[in-house]
């Protein structure tokens, strides 16, 4: 069993960056690939970004590479997600996910969820 929790979000202005975390408490935490979702009112959830058990391999949205960074420290079961030059389109709750799957892109591969923390970019 994997419980996940969110932190970080916040207002922010256009042009500015904001961390996010996800703090794992499971003990196989580190067998996770771990994934960041976002969800903007009246918008489906879309995959953001993604990385493996070992930090090795990441995957990013078209939307935010270049701008966003995953990484995952084991050794602290946690996860983060380093977002800079935020923009007002990346308004939305963002969630952190754990899977064992290697179909990143998929929400239904994903086991656990976090309950998720706002970001707001204002213009």
């Known amino acids: 069993q994997v419980q996940l929790v969110e932190s970080g979000g916040g207002l922010v202005q256009a042009g500015g960056s904001l961390r996010l975390s996800c703090s794992a408490s499971?003990?196989?935490?580190?067998?996770?690939?771990m994934g960041w979702f976002r969800q903007a009112p009246g918008k489906e959830r879309e995959f953001v970004a993604a990385?493996?058990?070992?930090?090795?391999?990441?995957l990013y949205a078209d939307s935010v590479k270049g701008r966003f960074t995953i990484s995952r420290d084991n050794a602290k079961n946690m996860v983060y997600l380093q977002m800079n030059s935020l923009k007002p389109e990346d308004t939305a709750a963002y969630y952190c996910?754990?899977?064992?799957?290697?179909?990143?892109?998929?929400?239904?591969?994903?086991?656990?969820w976090g309950q998720g923390t706002q970001v707001t970019v204002s213009s």
């Open positions: 990385i493996n058990w070992s930090g090795s391999s990441t």
């Open positions: 499971g003990r196989t935490f580190s067998t996770y690939g």
């Open positions: 996910a754990a899977t064992q799957s290697s179909i990143w892109l998929q929400m239904r591969r994903y086991d656990y």
